[in-house]
């Protein structure tokens, strides 16, 4: 199996005043609308146990049906998942409903707005596997000490287009029921835990509609409101009006617009952003789901699985939203009570098999705890409940704007070399309309701060450490940033570019389950002094042919006159699930006598990852190793690659490889 990927730009975010300005109608103006505090708890409920259903009914479907549309067998029934309802004597956890009980824990903790900083530390203490892709990827950079948006970025997460956030976020949506913009603009800002760019839209248009699902039950309608909620230039957008379309086109024959539908955003999608996981497509495949499933629940579930490509997902969501539509006293029982016995949904059970940590818990305390916080968002957002105690009735601000919490937002250090310019900003468009001040320190000779912002030309090498401090007339933060200004980069003036592994052998890639384009990897080492560390092309990988175990890797230079050297800065590229990562790293230099000597003092900042496991491994991640100043005419570095053992077993040809963009050398 093969997958692919990507363009790269900077991390950005849909705020809310562009959503303001997107969807007018709907985010200003608004009478306050009403909803029975009952009516909203069986809504809830719905929505939970709708996607419950969703992802177990799903699951047997999951990348089954890529080249053709699955068979109009109807219904499916929960075939091979059935027995593990029995085993656990309830509903199990699984991707699609676990991080959003995460999620709901920690708003219960913290406050209905908790921070990126709050869902960070969640990720990485309750996520210890079973995540793949966009979401793998913002993990390991959550543990290499980057902090949301910049885990989602397009220029360090290399699978920001994937499925991710839009079947871990529908929580926000559940939660703000009536505050459609608040839901989109914040379903927006969560997605960019994993992702960017268009790979966060179908996130935005689901929490749109699940929003607005409290208050409207016509499908058509709630997916006008999903559209009008994203960019009006934005990719999902147009592919959404598409969808729309085809369905017009092909009323009664739903295989002839999935055809049409796949063969544009599946077979003919650029090779850096084909996959089967694609968000793009896979928002398609549940708006064509939803229209010819006209309403009805079981026929939209089942639609949800035909689509294919990551069918468990469209399913959970799309039932998701199906159940807050019909409430829990419009699901069918068949499908909440398939074992003999039970006599509540799913047995009032639902079981964590996924995440380290994270407790098992009555459904219908999970569902109480969403009310609660659903009330508590509306009264914080300028709502009110009224009436006498069984009868309450919430009075929802339909106009609320979901504002960001104050944080500062940690990414790459900016990286400063003498006599080269340098534009860095501190911020992302999220946090950037906030105060930013710069309180202690001294910048570098040559360097302005103004609002954020980082310009000029360093003058002199050095370690420099300022403190800043972000406000928003209300709230105050400061925080500490080290400033390192290397000298200029003399990689590029090598006469020789050292390496055990020169090129990559193609075979060896396509007997792989790679999961980027083509146009990513460099077919030649000599790419590693180019500048650029990212992109099409930028990213070598070591894999020769029957590489021996373990494997060592090494990367560097060679001048014809001795060089005077203390700092390497080696940028890796992007990882597969089966390896790319050194777990071991030294600096060499080549002596006098021509024999390859250790530097001596050497420190790694920031140091390696402290395990091999996967989950632990960042993409496009910088690490700069300081020594001793040595004189030579070659260094390189020089350690063990990764070898994951189960990937061998099923590659045989593959064993430990390395994944290289960059190599700096300065004085």
């Avoid at 997107?22 to 306050?32: M, T, Y």
């Avoid at 709901?104 to 869902?119: C, D, H, I, T, W």
């Avoid at 609660?372 to 009224?386: E, F, M, Q, T, Y």
Wanted: charged fraction near 20%.
């Amino acid at each position: 199996m093969r997958i692919l990927r990507k363009k790269n730009t900077g991390p950005g975010m849909l705020l809310s005043l562009l959503l303001l300005a997107v969807i007018p109608s709907l985010a200003s103006g608004q009478k306050p609308v009403q909803i029975t505090v009952s009516d909203l708890k069986d809504k809830i409920a719905g929505a939970w146990i709708g996607q419950m259903i969703g992802n177990i009914y799903g699951l047997p479907h999951e990348n089954k049906y890529i080249n053709a549309p699955g068979p109009e067998k109807w219904p499916y029934g929960y075939t091979k998942n059935l027995d593990k309802l029995q085993k656990y004597d309830g509903a199990f956890s699984d991707d699609d409903t676990d991080i959003e009980y995460m999620y709901l824990l920690q708003m219960e903790k913290y406050g209905p707005e908790p921070s990126y900083a709050r869902l960070r530390d969640a990720w990485m203490y309750h996520i210890h596997d079973r995540v793949w892709l966009a979401n793998r990827g913002a993990l390991g950079l959550m543990h290499f000490g980057y902090t949301p948006p910049f885990t989602g970025s397009k220029n360090l997460n290399p699978h920001w287009y994937q499925i991710d956030p839009q079947l871990i976020n529908e929580i926000w949506g559940v939660t703000a029921p009536g505050m459609i913009h608040y839901a989109a603009s914040k379903s927006d800002w969560a997605a960019r835990i994993t992702s960017d760019d268009w790979g966060v839209e179908p996130t935005v248009f689901y929490g749109a509609m699940y929003s607005a699902a409290y208050f409207e039950s016509d499908i058509q309608k709630l997916i006008e409101i999903g559209i009008a909620s994203l960019p009006s230039q934005g990719r999902f957008r147009a592919t959404a009006t598409e969808m729309i379309a085809l369905h017009s086109k092909y009323p009664g024959d739903w295989k002839a617009a999935w055809e049409e539908m796949a063969l544009k955003y599946y077979v003919n999608e650029h090779n850096m952003t084909k996959t089967i996981w694609n968000a793009n497509l896979n928002g398609a495949c549940a708006i064509l789901a939803m229209l010819y499933g006209e309403g009805d629940f079981q026929r939209t579930l089942d639609l949800s699985c035909a689509m294919g490509f990551d069918a468990d997902n469209q399913a959970a969501t799309v039932a998701g939203l199906m159940g807050i539509i019909l409430g829990l006293k419009g699901l069918p029982r068949n499908l909440y009570l398939p074992v003999e016995g039970w006599t509540t949904p799913f047995n009032d059970h639902y079981v964590n098999i996924t995440r380290y940590d994270l407790p098992d818990a009555k459904i219908s305390d999970i569902i109480d705890q969403t009310v609660k916080a659903a009330i508590d968002l509306a009264v914080l957002n300028g709502g009110s409940v009224s009436g006498r105690p069984g009868s309450e009735v919430l009075t929802i601000n339909a106009n609320a704007v979901f504002s960001p919490p104050l944080e500062f937002y940690i990414g790459p250090a900016p990286v400063l070399e003498t006599g080269r310019p340098v534009d860095y900003t501190f911020y992302t468009s999220a946090n950037q309309s906030y105060n930013w001040t710069m309180v202690s320190g001294t910048l570098p000779m040559g360097l302005n701060f103004d609002k954020g912002r980082l310009t000029g030309t360093p003058q002199e090498a050095g370690n420099y450490r300022i403190g800043l401090r972000l406000d928003n007339n209300k709230d105050m933060l400061m925080k500490e940033f080290d400033l390192l200004v290397r000298t200029e980069n003399i990689a590029p003036t090598a006469d020789t570019i050292l390496a055990n592994v020169r090129q990559l052998n193609e075979k060896v890639l396509d007997s792989c389950w790679y999961t980027f384009g083509k146009s990513m990897y460099a077919w030649n080492v000599d790419v590693i002094n180019d500048g650029r560390t990212m992109g099409e092309g930028s990213v070598f990988y070591s894999l020769a042919a029957k590489a021996k175990i373990p494997k060592v890797d090494y990367y560097g230079y060679g001048w014809d006159n001795p060089q005077q050297i203390s700092m390497i800065a080696f940028h890796s590229g992007c990882l597969e699930e089966f390896g790319g990562w050194f777990t071991s790293l030294n600096v060499q230099y080549m002596d006098g006598t021509g024999h390859w000597t250790p530097v001596e003092k050497m420190t790694i900042t920031p140091s390696l990852p402290a395990t091999s496991i996967v989950f632990f491994q960042p993409h496009f991640a910088e690490y700069v190793i300081s020594f001793d100043t040595v004189e030579t005419k070659a260094i390189r570095i020089i350690g063990d690659a990764a070898v994951q053992g189960h990937w061998h077993k099923y590659t045989k040809e593959v064993t430990g490889f390395t994944s290289m963009t960059e190599l700096s050398v300065y004085h």
